[in-house]
Each structure stands twice: as structure tokens, then as C-alpha cells.
């Protein structure tokens, strides 16, 4: 074994095995940086649609000496598809795309792979759609890829997938897989389950119940249209990660539930939302919590015709005003939106005043 | 009794109980359309900053033929302020702005208060600040309010009610008590307390595991910075309606919880994520669900430097395509961030050619 190719040499050649949503971008996006992809899926027709697109071409009968395997199949299966490769090319690197780690490792290790030439991967690129289709070269730009490389890893492969990676125009951090599942289940699956929880409670409600609705259960549902049958796998697989927070959740509702249901709740109700706005300042960035805490926010309304929104961002625009940040608030039975321009505090006065010249209706 | 004055006659007299961030909100918006308003609130300060800030003039030693008082105290405290200023001024039209409904008339009812001349109303126009240095005369402006009059609510008054109401430039809505307070449960009481459940689970967690946090997390408790004391109040009153929709949403918890611990539970999860599908396609208007189903994305990357937002819009509005909407995407471990911008399909490829021409990343 004379260690793995890196990105930096020549062309890699590499084999994508599933090929929905994620796998196909990434063979889109490896196509597009000059290497060889191949291509492979139960799914004969998803081959057929991501091959048609330009990811790769369909996996030939011979045998190919692949420097790297990226495995893009449903967490539960990963483990299975990744021992093969591992088997099937004793020389190849193999990474994965799965959004659950340690299951995957230790199914791995009982199966007694060769984990020296595996780094497990997770671009986090989450959509609400799926399969080949909505695929795309540019999906991870912008994106954090997590890796997990295990205590076996050979350094060359962990750099490898690490370029690979890069080379998407993904932000790559290393992670171990214990604390990658951790934080997962904390920061995605438990607030998936949250989001469909409150979502499933709207399925059989009447339509004037839930024409008052705002923005506030607008945002608090809007990853609920996720996949069903995919979120299963995942949640399923992180099921120990995913368990705990939800416990833990459920210890609080049942406090809530309790102070509802008897007399002189409040203080327990308060408690929980003194501790949410606790939570909700922990978001790292210059957005955590949902309103910027250095930016101030400048409402304006924006009538319902053809071009407003973009008349309004050039008005803000032609002044030479930096928006920050943008978030439009839609309200249920008018015609007009919101627009929340966040901008630094020392240009609010001058923006407010430029819209107002426009005959905008700036709202506070 | 001649019956109530009308907007459309004269200024009014109004006078705000509970000089908060709603009722100094009245307070402006009626000032600005020429009533006469005074101010009275159990914390002198309060008043006095609404005083400073022009939202009226605080209540004076001698008796005052009010055509309206506005109560605008929290909802536990609301039945109580209603039937005292429905007694001491016996020809004045009475409402508030409590944002739960039926055990305030309740409770008016068990107090013989004179219901002829009380129409309930809820300017949905929450926030996550408040008190009166938040207020704004604009702050209704584009927002539902909601009137919920009794049988026994006088004609004429509803009518001086909702004029004052679409005067602030709300739109007006009237509907029956029980079902507004049916409604807000599940569309605000429920997801406000479902935010800051999810919410509180970041509170104790460390930063590396808050650190991999994504959009979904982001947008879930975004209301979680709400008013702790504010919203106990609320949730307490509404305690009845709260616990029903929360008793339901248990009960799919323990399911879930149920189905994690076990094994095999695929099944029971994707029911639940399929359930949140069904439910967030409830939500009415052209961005139900989150994605507006009748345009395309547009996502394109932002640099993080001055201007680049707004740079953006220019490019896309100086090229005639009218943006229907926009969202903001922030990713953690990257300067950038992505600007999903929603046009209408036929103007897809033009945008795309445009932005493509002008440099722009576009994503997809």
C-alpha cells in the first residue's frame, strides 16, 4: 500500500454508492472538480437520473482500483455498504455521508472492517427535498462538513476526505463521533421531532383555527415538511442521542402539562421560559436567538405588487445603507408583508429617513 | 344613553389602562389620528414614559365622560380593570387587548358587569420586547386584530371598537370567544411552549455541541426569547385550551420516546414526521409550509462584507425580476451566508443568467 492519492496529485477516481439527493451532489460536485466519478444505487433508475444529469457514469462490470468510495446511503444501512466497499477495495479510502456516527463505527468494528482506511463524513446540507433530482454541484458550498475520523484513521485518508470536502466549498471541523451524535440529536433530530410534534398537532384542525396563525408557528414548523421515511432512519439510529434530550423535554412538559392543569402554575411556566430564553442565547453567531443583538431591526411594510420587495432593497441600497440582515414577516389576512431590515445601529437614522423620502411606511 | 360616539364624528376621548408595550402602542396610534388620550397605569414610571414619548396625558384628579377605555393589562389581571371602568364610567364602551378571551368574559359575567357595553379585541402584534419604551404608533399596522363581541355587545360599539382598530391600520377580524381562544392555542400558546421547551434544552448544553447548530434549530426557537412572566400569564389563563393541545402532543411524544427506546420503531417515527408534513401544508396563505410552493428557490451566496445584501437585491431588481420572497440562511464555521430568493418560475432562468453574469454564486 503506498497510502492514498490526495486531490493536490491528479484526477481521483471515485465511486459514489447511493445516489440520492446527497450522494449525487456530491458526485456533481466531483465531476465538476476534474474527477473521475462512478456510480452506483439498488435504485437502477436514480443511477439512470443522476448519470442523465452529469454526476458520473454507472459502475462497469470490471473492477476499479477507486481511490476513495463515498458511501450516501440511509444511516441504517451505512455500516453494511461501507464493509463492503472496505472489502471489496483494500487499498481505497471510504467515507460516508450519514448523519449519525458511533452506530455506524461500531457496527463497523463488530464486523471487524478495516477501519484504518475509513473517515466518516457528514456534510450538512440538509434540504426539505430529496433524491436525485434536487441535486446540485453547489449544494455543500457554504455548508459545515463534520468529519469523525476514528483513533484508527490513517492521517493521508482523514486529509483526503478532508479535501474532498473542501473542494465543494464546504467549511470542514473535525468532531469526535460520541459528541457529533450528541450534538445532532440536541441541535437537529431533537428539534425535527419538536417541529413535526407541533406541526401534527395543525393536521386536523379547521382551516379558521388555523388561519391566525403568524410568523412565530410559521418558523416553529417550516422544517416539518421533512422526509418521513429518511427522518425515521435517522432518528432511529441516533435513537439512544435523540431519546435523552427527549426525555429530558418530556420531564419539562409534563412540569407544564402540571402547572396547567392544576392552580397557581405560573411560576413553573415562567420558569420554563426564563430557561428557553436562556437556551435560545446560546446560539452561537450574530443571529442566535433570532433577532441580531448588535443590529437593529427597521420594519417596513411592503404592499403586495409586482417588484416592491426589490424597490425597497434598492431604495435601502441607493443610499448606501448595509443590510445586515433580512427576515419578512407575512400576516395572515392582509395583502402586505413586513420586511425587517436589520442594519448596524449608526445607520438606522439615516435609513429610516431615506425609506420615509420614498414614501415607504417605515413601522417603528 | 345616546349611544357611542363614532370615529368618524369627532376626536374621541380614550382612555389606556395599562401603559405597556400594546397600550402605549394605542396610546401613539390614536394621538397620531387625533383622539384625545389619556393614561393610567399601576407603575407611575410607565405612564410617565408613555407621557414623554406622546401617547397621551396621564388621567387627572376629575372625572372624565370617556367614549372608550382601552385595558390593555395582562389577560389575569384584565376582568378585574374591564368591570371597574365599566362601573365608574356607566355610558363608556369598554375593550381590551388580552390575548385569551372566554374566562375574561367569564369572569365579567360572574361580576354582573354590563356586557352591552364591552367588546373584547386582540391586536395580534406580539413581540419579543415590550414595555412602553418598545411602543410604536405603527405597531399594528399589517397585523390581524381580532374582535371577539359577546351576544350581548351593542352593535354601535363593536363598530366604534373595529374602527379604532382599522384605524392603527390593522386588519379587522371578528370571531366568537371560545373558538379565538381554541385558535390561539394551537397557532401561538402551544408553539410558544413547544420553542422554549426545545429552547431549554441548549441552556445547560456546551458550546462545541450548540456549535454545529443549523438554520432548522435556529428558526424552531426564535420565540423562545419571549417574556417569561408576560407569557405564564397567558398560557395560565388560557390554561383550559393550552393543556388539551399539549395532552395531544404528549401523548405523540411518548410515541416517539416509546418507539426511540425500543426497537423497530421506524414505523411509529416516519407516522409522526408524515403527520407534520399533513399538518404544516395547514397553514394558509402562499408560504404555508415554509417553502413557498408556488416559486422557485434561488439560493446564492452572500459574502460577508459591507453592502453585499444589498448589492444582491440591486442586481436582482435593477434586472426587472420581482423577488416574492426572501430568507436569510446562516451557517455556522462560514463568513457567508445564502440568500434564498423566491421568484415566480418563469422568471427562474433570467435571474439565474443575470446574477451568473454579475459575478453571484448561485447555488442550485
Redesign the interface.
Known amino acids: 500500500m503506498n497510502g492514498p492519492a490526495t486531490t493536490g496529485d491528479q484526477p481521483l477516481r471515485i465511486l459514489v454508492v447511493g445516489t440520492g439527493l446527497i450522494g449525487t451532489s456530491v458526485g456533481l460536485a466531483a465531476t465538476a472538480r476534474g474527477h473521475q466519478v462512478w456510480l452506483s444505487d439498488r435504485d437502477r433508475e436514480h443511477v439512470r437520473e443522476a448519470e442523465a444529469i452529469g454526476a458520473g457514469r454507472r459502475l462497469p462490470e470490471e473492477w476499479i482500483p477507486f481511490d476513495l468510495v463515498v458511501v450516501a446511503v440511509p444511516p441504517s444501512a451505512a455500516a453494511g455498504v461501507i464493509a463492503e466497499a472496505l472489502r471489496a477495495y483494500p487499498d481505497t479510502t471510504v467515507t460516508d455521508v450519514s448523519s449519525v456516527k458511533a452506530p455506524v463505527i461500531a457496527e463497523l468494528a463488530r464486523r471487524r472492517a478495516d477501519l484504518r482506511r475509513f473517515v466518516g463524513g457528514h456534510p450538512?446540507a440538509?434540504r426539505?427535498t430529496s433524491g436525485p433530482g434536487a441535486a446540485?454541484a453547489?449544494?455543500f458550498?457554504?455548508?459545515?462538513w463534520?468529519l469523525t475520523p476514528t483513533r484508527e484513521a490513517e492521517p493521508d485518508r482523514v486529509e483526503l476526505v478532508a479535501q474532498l470536502a473542501a473542494s465543494t466549498g464546504a467549511?470542514v471541523?473535525e468532531?469526535p463521533a460520541q459528541?457529533?451524535d450528541?450534538?445532532?440529536a440536541?441541535?437537529?433530530h431533537?428539534?425535527?421531532?419538536?417541529?413535526?410534534?407541533?406541526?401534527?398537532?395543525?393536521?386536523d384542525?379547521d382551516?379558521?383555527?388555523?388561519?391566525?396563525?403568524?410568523q412565530?408557528?410559521?418558523?416553529?414548523?417550516?422544517?416539518?415538511?421533512?422526509?418521513?421515511?429518511l427522518?425515521?432512519?435517522i432518528?432511529?439510529t441516533n435513537?439512544?442521542e435523540?431519546?435523552a434530550?427527549?426525555?429530558?423535554?418530556?420531564h419539562?412538559?409534563?412540569g407544564?402539562?402540571g402547572?396547567?392543569?392544576g392552580a397557581n402554575?405560573?411560576?413553573t411556566?415562567?420558569?420554563?421560559?426564563?430557561?428557553?430564553?436562556?437556551?435560545?442565547?446560546?446560539?452561537?453567531?450574530?443571529?442566535?436567538?433570532?433577532?441580531a443583538p448588535d443590529y437593529v431591526d427597521v420594519p417596513v411594510?411592503v404592499p403586495d405588487a409586482?417588484?416592491e420587495?426589490?424597490?425597497l432593497?434598492?431604495a435601502?441600497?441607493r443610499h448606501?445603507?448595509?443590510?445586515?440582515?433580512?427576515?419578512?414577516e407575512?400576516?395572515?389576512?392582509?395583502l402586505?408583508?413586513?420586511a425587517h431590515l436589520y442594519v448596524l445601529p449608526e445607520v438606522e437614522s439615516s435609513l429610516r429617513e431615506a425609506l420615509a423620502a420614498g414614501a415607504w411606511?417605515?413601522?417603528?
Open positions: 450538512m440538509g426539505e446540485n453547489e449544494l458550498h457554504g455548508r459545515t463534520l467549511a471541523r468532531m459528541l457529533h450528541r450534538a445532532v440536541l441541535t437537529s431533537a428539534p425535527q421531532v419538536v417541529s413535526s410534534l407541533m406541526a401534527a398537532r395543525l393536521a384542525a382551516s379558521q383555527t388555523v388561519a391566525v396563525a403568524g412565530g408557528l410559521r418558523d416553529v414548523v417550516r422544517i416539518a415538511g421533512s422526509d418521513p421515511d427522518w425515521a432512519d432518528l432511529c435513537a439512544q435523540v431519546a434530550v427527549l426525555h429530558a423535554l418530556r419539562d412538559l409534563d407544564i402539562v402547572a396547567l392543569d402554575g405560573e411560576a411556566v415562567a420558569r420554563l421560559i426564563a430557561a428557553g430564553n436562556r437556551g435560545s442565547e446560546m446560539l452561537p453567531g450574530k443571529h442566535g436567538g433570532g433577532v411594510e409586482p417588484g420587495l426589490g424597490r432593497f434598492l435601502a441600497g448606501g445603507v448595509n443590510l445586515e440582515d433580512v427576515r419578512i407575512h400576516t395572515d389576512g392582509r402586505t408583508a413586513i411606511l417605515v413601522l417603528q
